[in-house]
């Protein structure tokens, strides 16, 4: 009898629609290194804006580990199993998922584009994967819930406003626009060092960008004599012309300054919140609680995200909490294929986040663009998943001794052969 070739599925299906075109996926390639590159160069007349989101804390030594560690750990594929039909599909916290892969929370995405976060959500949606808004968003969580739409998944990055009304107030509102998960950042109460910013003094915050979520917060703006607003802020941001404005008076700018300030010292303020201070989030959050960030990455000269993972899933404590299901963990910082994607997978994660990919897509083609690295890096999983030789995602959690070996090829050159028997 012969073999039976497998049901086509979106994700394979979306790599065979590109050949059966004959024209190349809408960001022109698949290389994320050549999609960054063209990012750059759409953004080559706001270069600051490119810059703020590329950069991060110091020498940007962290970022570059984030990367390294990935290439320190390699793949041992398996053959010769039936891994014909596939499956990557999962559940996080209660949540069926059609992958492991979710949109990370990157904040003032209306830098990139003059649909900043609105065309991440309808991507996300269009594709079906969860997204997590940042706090710093240049949109509000209320205008992102309603372009992600009644079946789109969502969780909520919650920057900890210092005073409790507020707090509230956006737990609040949150839930009741079907944020279903609060994932709140541990790592950011104040701002790393970030010499490129430092160096020109740029502030898109300071000047009432990617601050949406106060003025939208009916708490924070009645304690202003104001009404919430819902704003989409002008494109491309320009931080001198709102100086300016300010200067010469304009009162438009003067109040947007002033309430950005504002909604600063309530998210920004420097106070390190403890384990004790949880509670607060305990008892008012009704569903999943995370925390991002257990990795500092606003800290220059950090080991990478991957090798901090390792050490984590090497407690017996997190293994025994994981497999009770009391305990999940997700991955974020430097994945760009399929394989990265393995590979945090294989160490112990149970998801992981996609993040700058998203900004570059989105800074090419907007919404398509995003849809464009969500298909790709999902596709890239189904297809390098199964020439390893596994046939359901859910079987490379965890199997970092089976699936993974880490070698430096850093001098000279080394084969290893690791036997399958």
Avoid at 36 to 49: G, L, Q, Y
Avoid at 112 to 125: F, I, K, S, V, Y
Avoid at 274 to 297: C, E, H, M, R, Y
Avoid at 376 to 388: A, F, P, R, V, Y
Wanted: some cysteine; hydrophobic content about 40%; aromatic content about 8%.
């Amino acid at each position: 009898m012969a073999a039976q070739p497998p049901p086509p599925n979106k994700w394979i299906s979306w790599l065979s629609q590109i050949y059966s075109s004959g024209k190349g996926p809408v960001l022109g390639t698949v290389d994320v290194q050549e999609i960054e590159d063209k990012a750059r160069e759409v953004m080559k007349d706001n270069s600051t804006a490119y810059l703020y989101t590329l950069k991060s804390a110091g020498t940007c030594s962290t970022d570059d580990a984030n990367r390294k560690a990935f290439d320190r750990w390699k793949l041992v594929p398996r053959v010769l199993n039936n891994v014909t039909l596939r499956n990557i599909e999962t559940t996080i916290l209660g949540m069926k998922v059609s992958s492991p892969v979710f949109v990370g929370p990157v904040g003032k995405q209306g830098l990139a584009h003059a649909d900043g976060e609105l065309a991440t959500a309808r991507a996300a949606a269009a594709v079906g994967v969860p997204m997590i808004l940042s706090s710093s968003a240049s949109r509000s969580l209320e205008d992102v819930a309603e372009a992600n739409g009644p079946n789109g998944q969502r969780w909520y990055q919650f920057y900890w406003p210092r005073s409790s009304d507020v707090a509230l107030s956006v737990l609040k509102r949150a839930k009741e626009n079907g944020y279903t998960a609060l994932v709140i950042t541990v790592d950011t109460m104040i701002i790393g060092w970030r010499s490129h910013d430092h160096r020109i003094g740029y502030s898109p915050a300071g000047h009432g960008f990617g601050v949406q979520q106060g003025m939208a917060d009916p708490v924070f703006m009645k304690r202003h004599g104001l009404v919430a607003r819902h704003e989409r802020p002008k494109f491309p941001f320009d931080q001198e012309s709102i100086r300016k404005k300010a200067a010469e008076g304009d009162e438009e700018a003067k109040q947007s300054m002033f309430l950005a300030s504002q909604w600063l010292a309530e998210t920004g303020f420097g106070i390190f919140r403890t384990w004790d201070d949880l509670q607060f989030v305990k008892d008012n959050w009704d569903g999943p609680i995370l925390l991002k960030g257990i990795q500092a990455v606003n800290i220059d000269g950090a080991i990478g995200s991957l090798d901090a993972l390792d050490m984590i899933m090497r407690s017996q404590k997190v293994l025994d909490a994981q497999k009770s299901g009391k305990l999940t963990v997700l991955f974020d910082s430097g994945i760009r294929t399929g394989s990265d994607i393995i590979k945090a997978l294989a160490i112990g994660a149970q998801g992981v986040l996609i993040a700058r990919p998203i900004f570059y897509g989105l800074a090419i083609a907007g919404q398509a663009g995003v849809e464009q690295i969500l298909m790709q890096s999902i596709c890239d999983l189904h297809i390098t998943m199964g020439l390893c030789g596994y046939s359901d995602v859910n079987d490379l959690i965890g199997k970092r001794d089976e699936l993974l070996v880490k070698v430096d090829y850093g001098v000279g050159t080394r084969t290893l052969v690791k036997s399958s028997m």
